[in-house]
């Protein structure tokens, strides 16, 4: 079913929705969670809590696409998750994600750091299109999906150094940028 058909089912409010989003993209929303969280039932739980948030969302909205959609709103969840059952204590994975940008990027928490938030999210946005192909998807595999370094240098078809040293520079080249764009760092 496409993602326009599935929008569709919500726009009609049929049930059948939430079913044919999971079959066509639950397993990307899941894998986004599981990467997050480290715990299949937590991560089940996000997925379905995502999947109540596409109900909700979905009219007036109409994402597309829906698959990156639905794993934000997992992501999103997940991270949400992971700050709770993690207040005191660091994990591994996506927490070493964060560390490794937390170099670079503010920690933000007021209104007012809300809306430099939005506005580095945006210099961070025109960032990554200046970046090859290859950096970028570095970028957002690390990053945005918090998939292991290793198995984004297999997926990228190069070595785990030269996937560190590549996200190295990707990560310097923001700062450097960012420093530019007067954002402390």
Known sequence: MTDEEIIGLFFERSEQAISELAKEHGEAARRVALRILGDPEDAEECVNDAYLGVWNSVPPERPAPLRTYVCRIARNLAAKRRRANTAQKR???????????????????????????????????????????????????????????????????????????????????????????????
């Open 91 to 185: 994990g591994r994975g996506y927490d070493l994600a964060l560390d490794e940008l937390a170099e670079i990027v503010p920690d933000r928490v007021g209104v007012e750091d809300r809306i430099a938030a939005k506005e580095l999210a945006g210099l961070i946005g025109a960032f990554l299109d200046t970046l090859s192909y290859e950096d970028r998807f570095l970028f957002m595999r690390r990053y945005w999906y918090a998939d292991p370094l290793s198995e984004i240098a297999r997926m990228a078809g190069m070595s785990y150094g030269a996937a560190a040293v590549r996200l190295h520079r990707v990560r310097e080249k923001l700062r450097k940028q960012l420093l530019k764009e007067g954002v402390p760092v």
